[in-house]
């Protein structure tokens, strides 16, 4: 037995989109970045759904690189850096909105390594730069408040999450923008998340089944101890962590021929 809100992606699968984020929801969230992995479970659950629905893709906030290698499947559709990255024929295409900033994303990031010592610096290629405190939490407001500078004198965006302040290019892209595009030609669409940064993505949804070019559309709310109450209100499906998510999502499969 599926849940209700699925029903219309069972009877329309082939046009039907399923759309989830990497971090939290395919994957725990680990202290380390770039030991994130995504659920076994997980990863089968895309796996099953490809040739089942009409399109199935990942939209992170991740390089697209790191998605490509984590994931190791055909037929997903790979969205990285919020819009800025995707796997194209098997090769990373960038925006070429970003090429312009390159040099000072490069030189955020070296700055944030020598005032932040201690403090994780993570170089997303050189597309942006995040700052994460999970392993510090008692130097967090001075993590929020160094970046909070840089932003201002490089120009650069800040967008803040979870234990994790990014600087990327002030570019009008977004989760809720690669959704837009990958719901091209589709009448059902999900997306499954877990914090702020996919709050694009319900929004674009909710424009899309507003103006008609959806005919619905689902939002999954990936619960966990850190998950914003913005979300869980947004959401009209939740499931308790990427082990659920995983459950949910071969439920579907299993229920579409």
């Known amino acids: 037995m599926i849940a209700d809100a699925l029903v219309p992606i069972v009877l329309a699968p082939a046009s039907s989109v399923v759309l989830v984020d990497f971090d939290g929801s395919l994957a725990p969230i680990v202290d380390d970045p770039e030991a994130a992995a995504p659920l ?12 089942r629905v009409g399109r199935v893709g990942v939209v992170s906030g991740r390089p697209a690189e790191f998605l490509r290698a984590a994931l190791a499947l055909d037929g997903v559709v790979l969205v ?4 800025l990255e995707r796997v194209v024929d098997r090769r990373v295409v960038v925006d070429p909105r970003v090429e312009r900033y390159r040099a000072t994303v490069a030189t955020v990031a070296a700055e944030a390594e020598r005032a932040l010592a201690g ?7 050189d597309v942006a730069v995040a700052i994460h405190w999970r392993q510090n ?4 407001d001075e993590a929020r408040h160094w970046a909070d500078g840089a932003a201002s004198a490089s120009g650069l965006e800040l967008h803040p999450g979870r234990m994790v302040a990014e600087l990327r290019p002030p570019i009008a ?17 999900l997306f499954a998340g877990d914090d702020r940064g996919d709050l694009p993505a319900f929004d674009a949804l909710d424009r899309l089944v507003a103006g008609g070019a959806l005919d619905q559309a689902v939002r999954v709310g990936v619960r966990s101890s850190e ?3 913005e979300v869980i209100a947004r959401a009209d499906l939740h499931v308790d962590g990427p082990e659920g998510l995983a459950h949910l999502l071969l439920d579907l499969a299993t229920a579409i021929p």
């Not at 892209?173 to 669409?189: N, P, Q, T, W, Y």
């Open 119 to 125: 403090i994780r610096v993570e170089r997303k290629g």
């Open 40 to 51: 076994p479970a997980a990863r089968q659950a895309l796996a099953a759904l490809v040739g």
């Open 80 to 83: 990285g850096q919020y819009g």
């Open 137 to 140: 939490p008692g130097r967090a």
């Open 173 to 189: 892209v977004d989760k809720g923008s690669a959704v837009e595009l990958l719901c091209a030609g589709m009448r059902v669409a």
């Open 227 to 229: 998950e914003p109450s």
